[in-house]
């Protein structure tokens, strides 16, 4: 398959990202994962593209990063990158911070793109290197469900207020060989998908058992999803709904090779989503 520019830069500079600024990949095995995010609000304080902020419900804080991209005419695209809402899944949290140095350094790549991204949703399982958090819950079962976990209280007032085009999840499966996917939500996140698969190939195999995680699965592409995920609303209305996209990587498989199919996917679902909207508007 073809490699775009965009993607030959991803690798230069996602490289040499690693080398400069360290991150979760550079932590000793068994050794407790710092939220690692101070050298992101650094960045933050010198480049007018990326804004940092620390959302706050009583003794919580989640960090996040909104990258403007350059303006293509009309309203900005808006996405959300959530990472880290299982603490044992660390590949997630350093593609989520290297995309940010990324678009700071190749905004091309979000042009027409507001890109809000979460890297450490759940600090205190990052910390203690986790599936769960401090309180013994997984957070990814709690959302719309009335939760009084801080975190995902904190991340559905995100979801509301930012009324994002679209939500991907970064997530690690130890059961898996493979890379896969979650798709719900507008038509087009399967069309979305499937090339982002076809991009984390580059690095990973795709896992394509017809069942995977429990569910029915289809080259990789499951459309079916746990109860109390991160998603949208349940009260969205059709037309707002977004697209909704998780994807996961083989725990087993090296950190950095899971980093690289992560960002790999996301670049094309950027590229391909602009597409699929040109498209729809010409027909």
């Given at each position: 398959?073809?490699?775009?520019?965009?993607?030959?830069?991803?690798?230069?500079?996602?490289?040499?990202?690693?080398?400069?600024?360290?991150?979760?990949?550079?932590?000793?095995?068994?050794?407790?994962?710092?939220?690692?995010?101070e050298?992101?609000?650094?960045?933050?304080?010198?480049?007018?593209?990326?804004?940092?902020?620390?959302?706050?419900l009583g003794?919580?804080?989640?960090?996040?990063?909104?990258?403007?991209g350059?303006?293509?005419?009309?309203e900005?695209?808006?996405?959300?990158v959530?990472a880290?809402i299982?603490?044992?899944?660390?590949?997630?949290?350093?593609?989520?911070?290297?995309?940010?140095?990324?678009?700071?350094?190749?905004?091309?790549?979000?042009?027409?793109?507001?890109?809000?991204?979460?890297?450490?949703?759940?600090?205190?399982?990052?910390?203690?290197?986790t599936?769960?958090?401090?309180?013994?819950?997984d957070?990814?079962?709690?959302?719309?469900?009335?939760?009084?976990?801080?975190?995902?209280?904190?991340?559905?007032?995100?979801?509301?207020?930012?009324?994002?085009?679209?939500?991907?999840?970064?997530?690690?499966?130890?059961?898996?060989?493979?890379?896969?996917?979650?798709?719900?939500?507008?038509?087009?996140?399967?069309?979305?998908?499937?090339?982002?698969?076809?991009?984390?190939?580059?690095?990973?195999?795709?896992?394509?058992?017809?069942?995977?995680?429990?569910?029915?699965?289809?080259?990789?592409?499951?459309?079916?999803?746990?109860?109390?995920?991160?998603?949208?609303?349940?009260?969205?209305?059709?037309?707002?709904?977004?697209?909704?996209?998780?994807?996961?990587?083989?725990?087993?498989?090296?950190?950095?090779?899971?980093?690289?199919?992560?960002?790999?996917?996301?670049?094309?679902?950027?590229?391909?989503?602009?597409?699929?909207?040109?498209f729809?508007?010409?027909?």
């Open positions: 398959m073809p490699v775009s520019i965009l993607q030959h830069r991803l690798l230069r500079a996602s490289a040499s990202i690693s080398r400069d600024h360290g991150g979760l990949a550079e932590v000793g095995a068994g050794a407790p994962l710092s939220t690692g995010v050298d992101l609000h650094a960045l933050a304080s010198r480049n007018s593209m990326v804004k940092a902020a620390k959302l706050t003794a919580t804080t989640l960090d996040r990063f909104v990258f403007e350059p303006a293509s005419g009309g900005r695209i808006r996405i959300g959530f880290g299982h603490g044992d899944e660390p590949a997630g949290v350093t593609a989520a911070k290297r995309l940010i140095y990324l678009l700071a350094a190749h905004p091309e790549i979000g042009t027409g793109y507001q890109i809000s991204v979460y890297p450490v949703c759940n600090p205190t399982g990052i910390a203690l290197r599936r769960l958090s401090l309180t013994g819950k957070l990814n079962r709690e959302f719309w469900r009335g939760s009084t976990e801080p975190e995902v209280q904190l991340l559905e007032t995100e979801i509301r207020k930012g009324r994002f085009n679209g939500l991907i999840s970064l997530h690690s499966d130890d059961t898996s060989d493979g890379v896969y996917g979650f798709v719900r939500g507008a038509v087009l996140g399967k069309g979305l998908l499937e090339p982002a698969l076809n991009a984390a190939e580059r690095f990973l195999a795709r896992n394509i058992n017809a069942v995977i995680d429990g569910f029915p699965a289809e080259r990789g592409i499951i459309t079916d999803c746990y109860q109390g995920i991160l998603t949208a609303p349940p009260t969205v209305c059709l037309e707002q709904q977004p697209f909704e996209i998780i994807l996961e990587t083989p725990a087993a498989a090296a950190e950095e090779l899971q980093v690289q199919a992560f960002l790999a996917a996301l670049e094309t679902i950027f590229r391909e989503y602009q597409d699929l909207l040109s729809a508007a010409n027909l």
